[in-house]
């Protein structure tokens, strides 16, 4: 996956109603690489991963314990 392609999907899924309320019903990060193939995006659930591990100052306040609050803040918002 492409920096490019993730940046892509994070505005396709701003923009798409649908495709948030799919990415918020999603289980996991395989179910995100799942939508966003179907999107026609090329993402891998490593790369996922490694994009919201890398929390702006912002995101930083939404965490309690240790736990981000929304794991697929880093597409939807």
Aim: glycine share 6%; aromatic share 2%.
């Amino acid at each position: 996956m492409s920096e490019e392609q993730l940046k892509a999907f994070q505005e396709a899924a701003k923009a798409d109603a649908g495709l948030q309320e799919k990415l918020k019903a999603a289980a996991d990060a395989d179910a995100v690489v799942a939508i966003a193939k179907a999107a026609g995006f090329v993402i891998s659930s490593e790369e996922l991963q490694k994009a919201q591990a890398e929390v702006s100052e912002d995101e930083l306040q939404g965490v309690a314990g240790g736990i981000v609050a929304d794991p697929l803040s880093i597409i939807i918002d």
